[in-house]
């Protein structure tokens, strides 16, 4: 496609998807209960303010940017003196090279690519599901069970880890998890293994890092949801002689959903497109998406197919949002909240 037309439809895109979201929390709110607007609540300055500024927000940081990705991944790789000349047309080439690792063939495919791709969402995944599984029953001791000093405390010992940096903790866990580190030094003193294990390579390290980093996310987010659950209803439930798991499964968990959705869209998302973790907590052979984008764009320096492969990145990760958003049956707003 080369065209003053193709251009306008790309720059149309982001728009219309912006006018998508719109119209889906106008559909949304038409189902809440009636009640005072916006405005009436909060006064017209305060809601001028709040448009205009989320507005600006919105099309300087999240429209304009993407409109010159998705321009730039439609674009071939040219020297700059032949930028809007006859050779600077619309073209998949970029995506072609990232199914078939050539932008003229598609003889084979483009394995080690797509292997790093399908490899970083399904270890996401599994990892937005280890990290609720870690903070689902802190979270609900916190939120129903915890005395305000020991919900203070909590807090605290949460909190403090990440107070260094996402740089330093990667570092740290690179030197618990190597050869001569913390974790097989105790191994070998409790004779569990005869030599030490390579943890890096085999992307323990990374994986656990990983799952630490954004821990927090998915913490804060169930504790929110499960913070605003009456307790009258638990201990009827109780008193009624619900088991535990009756308990969770039937009333804590349907309660919580809104917060399970946010954490695991945050948690995964972030998962997905690290990049500081990988590259220092990956072993020799590790397989990561976010790195080869780096590399496309600072190794390659080939920007348009970087363009297009982090845009391959995002898709996904709004399909797993609409995915979890179908699975749990949320609003996008209710995972806002």
């Not at 809601?47 to 927000?57: N, T």
């Not at 099309?59 to 020297?79: C, E, G, N, Q, T």
């Not at 797509?114 to 990290?131: G, M, N, P, R």
Request: charged share 10%.
């Amino acid at each position: 496609m080369h065209s003053a037309l193709g251009q306008w439809v790309i720059y149309a895109l982001p728009p219309l998807v912006v006018a998508a979201f719109a119209l889906m929390a106008w559909a949304e709110r038409r189902k809440a209960p009636a009640g005072p607007g916006f405005i009436a609540r909060n006064g017209w300055p305060v809601a001028l303010f709040l448009v205009v500024a989320v507005g600006l927000w919105a099309i300087f940081m999240i429209v304009m940017p993407l409109m010159a990705m998705i321009d730039l991944s439609l674009r071939p790789k040219l020297p700059p003196t032949q930028w809007g000349g006859p050779k600077d047309f619309y073209t998949l080439e970029n995506y072609r090279y990232f199914l078939f690792g050539s932008t003229t063939s598609t003889d084979a495919w483009n394995a080690t690519h797509l292997k790093a791709f399908f490899l970083t969402i399904w270890v996401s995944i599994l990892i937005t599901i280890l990290d609720f599984a870690i903070c689902y029953p802190l979270a609900y001791y916190m939120a129903q069970v915890a005395k305000p000093a020991r919900l203070r405390l909590f807090m605290l010992l949460l909190i403090a880890p990440y107070w260094v940096n996402e740089i330093l903790r990667a570092f740290a866990f690179r030197i618990l998890f190597a050869s001569q580190g913390v974790i097989n030094k105790a191994l070998l003193a409790l004779g569990l293994v005869d030599a030490p294990v390579d943890f890096i390579a085999a992307d323990v390290a990374l994986y656990s890092g990983l799952a630490y980093a954004y821990l927090l996310m998915m913490m804060f987010a169930l504790y929110n949801a499960i913070e605003t659950l009456d307790r009258n209803l638990v201990e009827a439930a109780r008193d009624l002689g619900a088991p535990w798991w009756h308990i969770h499964a039937f009333i804590v968990v349907p309660h919580a959903k809104p917060g399970i959705g946010s954490g695991a869209t945050l948690v995964f998302m972030l998962t997905a497109g690290a990049i500081a973790a990988p590259l220092i907590l990956g072993g020799p052979k590790t397989l990561w998406f976010t790195p080869i984008v780096y590399d496309r764009f600072y190794q390659a320096f080939n920007w348009q197919q970087g363009a297009a492969y982090a845009l391959i990145l995002l898709v996904a990760c709004i399909v797993f949002v609409l995915g979890v958003l179908k699975v749990f049956r949320l609003g996008l707003g209710e995972i806002a909240r």
